[in-house]
């Protein structure tokens, strides 16, 4: 194994003022002060997940005049609960995407009595909690509260944490997800969309008791600074029953944790972002970056195509010393509109960054196989736990280091134990229909929830052998080559509309974003550096397996080997929104 330089903490750089612990944002809060008024309303408005009560405790310490919490302004958790159940299904992870915003949730008569009573007060009103914008639209300081989804689901995990208007802390982990997926973060991102220009200092309260506070002019700045250049998400590590051990020597992982299975690195709707403000670290989700600065990062004809939806994904699916992913299939796109009522589907790839000797991926049904033979085999398997013999309906391919492998929704497939893999897929990331789990029990000891019925629906039975081999497997072409570099198309899958394009290269690479956002993975080379032709941006050097977005605003941007990796054969796969075949 190689050395560690994987940045597990990148950041924008940003000058700006920063306070922090509740001491320092309180005086700041407080030397507003009032001007020639009799009330001075503050408003904090708390993103799903975050730590209301924490906030409360600490804002009375301001003395208000009101203090008022927007839970007693919601309608019960009953009439919520019954509200949303449409939405919620009785799926035990799916549901359906909501239309819902805050006046859903809020009941309109109290709000009525609460906006008469911050009238009528005198003095520092501080209104704190979920959708308390909507409630005064008009506050003399406006604070938001964000948060990251990956700290959310920690801690939906502790049971920490009630979804919007409803008491559900102690429910599993995979129905708090179903709700903030299709409900609660549609609600606090329409109306965080709102307000960008409009906050005037944004909270970071991922750790407890340790909040960090910024201006919204700085906010502004940081990230029209990382809508112009290279930059990485904060990458979230989390362990897996199939999990493996490759990513704790690479990435420089806790050594006493008993595996590493996943890795977000380029899931914007699920990472952090981090701006280093005056050296400290100030963290956000990253979808804020998208949701302000959409064209810049994105491009024109990939907004118009996702509107404000990131629609590539690269995650890190770890089995070296692990086992098997669910054997498993994603949905068509009509199925996934019909049935949850998203926009497109979570197409896929593995690229294989290292494989142990008899690494296998598992992909397409075998030649002739019967499709009610085997969806009933798969439920047998489920009803009476003996094991489901995969090797009999589906093909089991050899994977070794860079190989491609493409899957369409609708293609059967999973990774098998020893792969390093590298998923390429399309953003939407909930919708895997596990049909067969190796007979394991999930982290929590329990089993993990089996999809046969959903994915029944949507297997592509034509997939066979003859044709994953010569559609789905190591279709490289070589499309390009200069002085010291080749260019390769490795995919992917017409059906799919993300194009993969891969380097090797020994010097200079030019790349241009083509007025689209570009992402990419160092797969060969210790240490690269990405820099602008005409000077548009600081060098941005970057390490072997680190993902790193490139926004369309860029433009041209070149790709050279850097340190120790100067003179050597270094290589970049990169992902596209594809326009043209």
Known sequence: MRKSNYDKQPSTLVEGKIWIGWSQILDQVGTVGFVDKPREVVVVECYQG?????????????????????????????????????????????????????????DMDKVMVCRRQIENTEGLVVLCGHGAVEVFGCPDILIYADMARWEIQQRFRRKE??????????????????????????????????????VDYWLDTHIKEVPKMIGGATWKTGLEKTAHRPFRVVPFFDPAPWGGQWMKEVCDLDKDRDNFGWCFDCVPEENSLYLNVSGTLFEMPSNNLIFYRTRDVLGGPVEARFGQSFPIRFDFLDTMGGGNLS????????????????????????????????????LGVKTGVDPGEMIAALQEAQETGEPFDAGKYVNQWPAKKHDHFLIPAGTIHCSGAGAMVLEISATPSLFTFKLWDWGRLGLDGLPRPINIGHGSH??????????????????????????????????????????????????????????????LNVIEGDELVVESPDGKFEPFVVHYAETFIVPASVGQYTISPSGISKGKKCGTIKAYVRFKQ
């Not at 994603?330 to 790839?349: A, C, K, L, N, V």
């Not at 992917?492 to 570009?518: A, K, S, Y």
């Open 161 to 198: 944490v009630n979804g919007l208007g409803v008491e559900d802390r102690c429910v599993v982990p995979s129905i708090h997800y179903k709700r903030g997926y299709f409900i609660d973060w549609i609600v606090c991102d329409n109306l965080k969309k709102q307000l960008l220009d409009r």
């Open 458 to 519: 949507v297997i592509q039975w034509e997939r066979q052998t003859e044709y994953a081999c010569r559609y789905l497997v190591n279709r490289v072409e070589r499309v390009a080559e200069g002085d010291g570099w080749w260019e390769e198309r490795t995919g992917l899958h017409e059906n799919e509309f993300i194009e993969t394009r891969r380097h090797w290269f020994i010097g200079t690479v030019l790349h241009h974003t083509g007025n689209g956002v570009n992402v």
């Open 327 to 362: 054997l498993q299939v994603h949905p068509t796109t009509q199925y996934i509109r019909d049935t949850f009522g998203m926009p497109y589907t979570q197409d896929e790839s593995y690229y294989l960054l290292d494989a142990e000797r008899e690494a296998t991926v598992f």
């Open 50 to 106: 975050v730590y209301k009560q924490e906030f409360l405790s600490h804002f009375e310490e301001l003395s208000p005049a009101l203090l008022i919490d927007t839970d007693c302004l919601f309608k019960s958790p009953e009439e919520i609960e019954q509200m949303t159940a449409s939405y919620m299904t009785n799926d035990f992870l799916f549901g359906y995407s909501s239309h819902f915003s805050y006046t859903d949730f809020l």
